[in-house]
C-alpha cells in the first residue's frame, strides 16, 4: 500500500487539482529519469472497455462497485477511485471518455497497479482491457512515423512466443495454464526449469524513428515474430521521452507531462472506438427482420466473417496441444469455453463462449485458419483480444479479415479519420 | 466410419448451409467456401419467407394443376442491380412430377414468374424478374431439369407463365467438392465464374462441412449420422447460449428457461418460421428432456440453483457470486456429446407444453 499516494489522491477535489499533481509528478519523474533513479512509481494509465449496447450500459460506480470498488465524484466524469479491500486506499483516478470507455490513472507501481486492473477485468463480465495487436501496432507505428521528427527515439515491444509448439507438455495431466505459469513463476530455483525449445522471442528495439522506418519493413520479413508488436512508443512532441502503449491498453507516461499523456490516449482511444464501429458494423451476424406489406417478415441475414489465416500451417502437434489447452481447461489464454467437435486430424467446430464478457462466438480451428462467426452482441472487443492473442501465441505473422476486407486496413482507415490533437 | 463426402452433398441441411457460405464475404487467398454468389453480386434477401400466391393465379390454376397454397423456400437471393430474385431451394435428389414435392415445384415455378414483385411485395408485376434454382446432390441435374421441364408445360398448358429454372449440382471427388451449373443459370444470375466450379478443398480424413448458420430442420430428410451431427450443434448451442445467459447476468438471479428462446438463439431465429407446430413442440420437449440432462449432472450445490416447476418449466435461482461461479464451473464441464439426447420423441395426446 502507498500510503502516501493514497493521502495525495485524498485531498484531490478538482479536475485542474488532479491535472496539475500528475503534471507536477510527471516533471519530477521524468527529471529523475535523467538522472537515472526514480523515486517513486511512473504514473501509468489503463484504457478500459465498457459494453457497447447502450441498453446494457452502467454507471462507472456501478461497474466498479460489484468489485467492492468506491467511486467518488470530482466532476461529472471524473472520479476516485477507493479500494477498501485489503487496506489498499486510494488508488487513482477514473475518467469516463465515453459510456464505453474509461481510463484508469495510477502511479501505483506496476506490479500493483497491473495486478489490480487485472483483478477489476476478470471479475467483471462488463469490462475488458482495450486489446492493441500487432496488426494494429504496425498501423499505429505509421501515425508514429507521420507525427514525430525522424531524429527522434522511438521503442518498441516485440513478443511472441509459441506456447502451443511443445511436445512433451501435451501429455500431462489436466492442470489449468494458469496455475502453470504460476508454477514456473514460483519455482525458487531457478536453475532447476527444464529447458522447453519451442520459438520465444522478447526483445526490445529503441532507435531513432528514421532507422526504424528503414529497416522495420525488411526486418519483419526476415524474421516473422518482428510482426508481433506489443509495446510502441508515441514521442512526445513537447519534450524528451514519450508514452509508451501496451497491448492491454495500459499506457505508462514516461514524459514530462501529464496532459500530452492524456491527449496520447484519447486520440488512440479514439482510433478503437471507431475500429470497434467498423469492426462489429461488419462482422455482427443477424438476422434482419424487413417487414413488408406481404406476406409477413422477410429474413435477411447480415454480417461477415472473421477469418485468421496462418502464415505456415501448424504442425499437428502444436494444433493438438492448442485446441486441448483452450478447451480442455476452464481457465485458459484465450478465456474461451467450448466442447470441441472434432472434424478431422486439424480441424474443430466449436459452438463457445467468450469468458470475458460471457458472450457467444462460433469458431472453426484449422492448422491453417481461424474462423469466427459473430452473433450480434458479441463485443468487438473478443475479435481484437483473438486477434491479438494469435499473434501473440500462435502465429505472429496472421492475417485477419472481416469478411473480405483486410483488418490492417480496417485499423488504417479507422485511425486517417482521427485527427491529432497535442497536448493542451 | 469414413464419411461420404458425395451422401453429405445430398443432405439439403448442408446444401442450405452451404448456399449461405456461398454468399459470405470472404478473402481471396484460402477461402473455406469459395463464395461465388458473392462475388457475383448475389446477397441473401430473405432466408425461409413465407410466399404466397396472389388470390387471380389461385383461382386461375385450382382444379387445374396440384399447388401448394403457400410455400416457404429455403433462401430467397437478391441481385440488386438486375432487379432479379433467385428462390433457392435444397433438395436431395430429384422427384417425379406426380410427387407431393411437385406440388411445391409448380409453386415456386409460378411465384419465380412475373408475379414475383407482388408476391414479394416489391411493385407491380413484371417489374422483378425471378429464378427458381435448386441446389441438389450428384447425377441429379438431368432428372430434375426433365421434371421441372414437365412441370413447366403444365403451367404454360393453362395459359400461365413460369418463371424460368435451373439446379446446382453438388458433387465431391477425393479432393475437391464441385458446383456445376449450366450456362443458362450462369447467364440468368450472372455468375462470374463458369461451371463446374471448385467451391471446397477437402483435406483427408476430414469432414468438410462448414460452420453451420441453420445447425438444425426437424422437417428434412436426413441420415441417421446427419442428424446426430445435427442435433450436435443444437444441443452444443443451446448450452452455449445457457452458460452466457447466466454469465452475463447480474446476481441475485431468478430466471425462467425460455426453451423457446433458446431454440431461436440457436438457429438465428430461424425456429419461429418453421410452421410445423407438432415438430416445434417435439423440439421444444427435446430440449427440456436435454434440461433434465443437465440438472441430473449437476452436483451440490448447484444443483440447488435449478429445478423444475409443473407448468412453467427450469427455474435458475443464483444467490450470489459463489453460487453463480459454481453453477457456471459445472456446465461448463457438461458434454452434449455424451448425453443421450438421440431418442425420437413423439408428442403424446393431451400433453401439457410448458409456458415458455
Known amino acids: ?424 | 466410419m469414413k464419411l461420404d463426402i458425395n451422401s453429405l452433398c445430398k443432405d439439403p441441411l448442408f446444401q442450405l448451409n452451404l448456399a449461405i457460405w456461398l454468399t459470405q464475404p470472404q478473402h481471396a487467398d484460402n477461402v473455406c467456401v469459395d463464395p461465388i454468389f458473392y462475388k457475383s453480386g448475389l446477397s441473401i434477401y430473405s432466408i425461409g419467407p413465407l410466399l404466397t400466391l396472389p388470390l387471380d393465379i389461385k383461382l386461375a390454376i385450382k382444379g387445374k394443376i396440384n399447388f401448394k397454397d403457400s410455400i416457404r423456400p429455403d433462401l430467397i437471393l437478391e441481385k440488386k442491380e438486375l432487379n432479379r430474385y433467385c428462390l433457392l431451394e435444397c433438395k436431395g435428389s430429384s422427384f417425379g412430377s406426380g410427387s407431393s414435392t411437385a406440388e411445391q415445384a409448380r409453386t415456386l415455378l409460378l411465384i419465380a414468374g412475373p408475379i414475383i414483385s407482388e408476391v414479394l411485395g416489391m411493385g407491380s408485376r413484371r417489374q422483378n424478374a425471378g429464378v427458381l434454382c435448386y441446389m441438389t446432390g450428384p447425377n441429379q441435374n438431368s432428372m430434375l431439369g426433365t421434371t421441372l421441364l414437365e412441370l413447366k408445360e403444365e403451367i404454360e398448358s393453362i395459359g400461365l407463365e413460369p418463371g424460368p429454372f435451373g439446379c446446382f449440382e453438388i458433387s465431391a471427388d477425393e479432393s475437391v467438392i464441385t458446383l456445376e451449373y449450366s450456362l443458362e443459370v450462369k447467364e440468368l444470375l450472372s455468375l462470374k465464374i463458369d461451371s463446374p466450379l471448385q467451391i471446397m478443398k477437402l483435406e483427408e480424413d476430414t469432414d468438410p462441412r462448414p460452420l453451420y448458420f441453420i445447425p438444425y430442420d426437424p422437417n428434412i430428410n436426413q441420415t441417421a449420422e446427419e442428424k446426430e451431427f445435427s442435433r450436435r450443434v443444437l444441443f452444443e448451442r443451446i448450452l452455449e447460449f445457457f452458460i452466457t445467459d447466466i454469465g452475463g447476468a447480474d446476481v441475485p438471479i431468478k430466471t425462467y428457461i425460455k426453451t423457446e428462446k433458446f431454440l431461436n438463439d440457436a438457429t438465428f431465429g430461424i425456429y419461429s418460421l418453421w410452421d410445423d407446430n407438432e415438430a416445434k413442440k417435439c423440439l421444444r420437449k427435446l430440449v427440456r428432456t436435454f434440461l433434465k440432462k443437465i440438472e441430473g449432472t449437476l452436483k451440490s450445490p448447484a444443483k440447488e440453483c435449478m429445478h423444475y416447476e409443473i407448468k412453467v418449466g427450469y427455474m435458475v435461482d443464483i444467490k450470489d457470486d459463489n453460487a453463480k461461479s459454481e453453477f457456471l464451473k459445472q456446465l461448463q464441464k457438461i458434454k452434449p456429446e455424451t448425453m443421450d439426447v438421440s431418442e425420437s420423441i413423439q408428442p403424446s395426446l393431451f400433453e401439457s407444453d410448458d409456458h415458455d
Open chain 1, 1 to 424: 500500500m502507498n500510503i502516501d499516494m493514497s493521502k495525495e489522491i485524498k485531498s484531490i477535489d478538482s479536475r485542474e487539482k488532479m491535472i496539475r499533481y500528475f503534471d507536477g509528478y510527471a516533471a519530477e519523474r521524468m527529471e529523475e529519469l535523467g538522472k537515472k533513479s526514480t523515486k517513486r512509481p511512473l504514473v501509468k494509465s489503463y484504457m478500459l472497455e465498457h459494453v457497447g449496447d447502450s441498453q446494457k450500459q452502467k454507471d462507472i460506480s456501478m461497474v466498479l462497485g460489484m468489485s467492492g470498488i468506491i467511486t467518488e465524484k470530482i466532476d461529472e466524469n471524473l472520479y476516485r477511485v477507493l479500494d477498501t479491500n485489503n487496506g489498499n486506499g486510494y488508488m487513482g483516478f477514473v475518467e469516463v471518455f465515453t459510456p464505453r470507455y474509461f481510463v484508469f490513472y495510477t502511479s501505483q507501481p506496476s506490479d500493483i497497479a497491473d495486478s489490480w486492473v487485472k483483478f477489476l477485468v476478470l471479475n467483471s463480465p462488463d469490462l475488458d482491457h482495450i486489446w492493441l495487436s500487432g496488426l494494429t501496432f504496425n498501423v499505429l507505428w505509421k501515425r508514429v512515423i507521420q507525427l514525430s521528427k525522424p531524429y527522434r527515439y522511438v521503442s518498441l515491444l516485440f513478443v511472441h512466443e509459441s506456447i502451443y509448439e511443445i511436445d512433451s507438455k501435451a501429455n500431462e495431466p489436466e492442470r489449468d495454464e494458469n496455475e502453470h505459469d504460476e508454477a514456473q513463476s514460483a519455482l525458487p530455483d531457478r536453475d532447476v526449469v527444464e529447458i522447453i525449445e519451442r520459438r520465444a522471442a522478447k526483445f526490445k528495439l529503441v532507435d531513432k524513428v528514421s532507422v526504424v522506418q528503414e529497416k522495420l519493413d525488411k526486418l519483419q520479413e526476415l524474421y516473422l515474430p518482428l510482426y508481433a508488436i506489443s509495446q510502441l512508443r508515441f514521442p512526445s512532441p513537447i519534450g524528451r521521452g514519450g508514452h509508451d502503449f501496451y497491448d492491454n491498453g495500459k499506457v505508462t507516461n514516461r514524459s514530462g507531462d501529464f496532459r500530452d499523456h492524456r491527449s496520447h490516449i484519447l486520440y488512440v482511444q479514439r482510433i478503437y472506438d471507431e475500429l470497434m464501429k467498423r469492426t462489429e458494423e461488419r462482422a455482427w451476424y443477424s438476422l434482419d427482420k424487413e417487414k413488408v406489406s406481404v406476406p409477413g417478415e422477410f429474413q435477411k441475414l447480415i454480417g461477415a466473417p472473421v477469418t485468421i489465416d496462418f502464415g505456415e500451417p501448424l504442425s499437428k502437434e502444436t494444433f493438438d496441444y492448442w485446441i486441448k489447452s483452450t478447451f480442455g481447461h476452464i481457465n485458459n489464454k484465450f478465456r474461451l469455453w467450448g466442447n470441441p467437435i472434432v472434424l478431422g486430424p486439424t480441424k474443430v467446430h466449436v459452438y463457445g463462449v467468450d469468458k470475458h464478457l460471457w458472450k457467444p462466438i462460433f469458431l472453426e480451428l484449422t492448422n491453417k485458419h481461424l474462423i469466427a462467426i459473430v452473433p450480434k452482441g458479441t463485443c468487438g472487443n473478443t475479435i481484437h483480444r483473438l486477434i491479438c492473442n494469435i499473434q501473440k501465441y500462435i502465429d505472429p505473422s496472421a492475417k485477419a479479415y472481416i469478411g473480405d476486407k483486410e483488418y490492417k486496413s480496417l485499423v488504417d482507415e479507422s485511425s486517417k479519420e482521427i485527427k491529432y490533437e497535442t497536448g493542451y
